[in-house]
């Protein structure tokens, strides 16, 4: 996934949730640390977020941009929601998040969980 299109997911699902600050987990947080990406990272058709504060979004998210949908054959990329409970997290890992800057996305309060990523 190219970070434009991350950028774009994000904002998408900000509108939809109602939400700014999201977390981003898996592969494509390496996105909070550099600003190219390893090509073996690049094909990833997913990112895995969950929104912050706004849980209760998780199923509107995933009908509206998430896999077999719509927005999924439009762009060719999806969000996965996933919940911090689904994985084995360090104690502590809310405090260690990093912040997701991004020109593209000035309102956007993203953080990326790198907690044992890729």
């Not at 600050?21 to 997913?46: M, N, R, T």
Request: aromatic content about 10%.
């Amino acid at each position: 996934m190219k970070k434009a299109e991350l950028e774009h997911l994000l904002r998408a699902a900000s509108t939809i949730a109602k939400e700014r600050d999201f977390i981003l987990f898996g592969s494509q947080a390496i996105w909070g640390l550099l600003s190219k990406v390893p090509k073996p990272l690049s094909p990833s058709l997913e990112a895995d977020i969950y929104p912050k504060h706004h849980h209760q979004a998780v199923p509107l998210i995933v009908r509206s941009i998430g896999p077999r949908t719509p927005f999924f054959d439009k762009y060719g990329y999806y969000a996965d929601c996933v919940a911090p409970e689904l994985g084995t997290l360090p104690d502590g890992w809310t405090e260690r998040l990093i912040p997701f800057r991004s020109a593209n996305m000035p309102r956007s309060r993203c953080c990326v969980c790198v907690c044992g990523n890729c």
